[in-house]
């Protein structure tokens, strides 16, 4: 498994959660830290959250703070996104990748948020 699998998308209202999964071999997650992504329509794809290679340090985008959490399980080379008090400007496709050295691109993941 050469790719990235991001999972977890789905439609919810307003101040709902989601938790994303992304799946990848252990080439691409073994000791590089790891990023969720997110591309809004006409938007460029922006940095949300990221995760150091031992998931003991990670950081937020301003906007997302206190709502996101990111985690990784390095055993089964899987990263989350849990999303709470989802809004509706959180609607986009979710990627994950490294934080350099990316590797190519997986589908993404669409979140769309509304009532």
């Known amino acids: 498994q050469m790719q990235l699998e991001e999972s977890g998308g789905g439609l919810v209202q307003p101040g709902g959660s989601l938790r994303l999964s992304c799946s990848g071999s252990k080439r691409i997650f073994t000791g590089y830290p790891m990023g969720w992504y997110r591309q809004a329509p006409g938007n460029q794809r922006a940095l949300v959250a990221s995760i150091n290679n031992r998931g003991d340090s990670v950081t937020y985008a301003e906007y997302v703070k206190g709502r996101f959490n990111i985690s990784r399980d390095n055993a089964n080379n899987i990263i989350y996104l849990q999303m709470n008090s989802l809004e509706p400007v959180d609607t986009a496709v979710y990627y994950c990748?490294?934080?350099?050295?990316?590797?190519?691109w997986g589908r993404g993941t669409q979140v769309t948020v509304s009532s």
């Open positions: 990748n490294r934080l350099f050295a990316q590797q190519a």
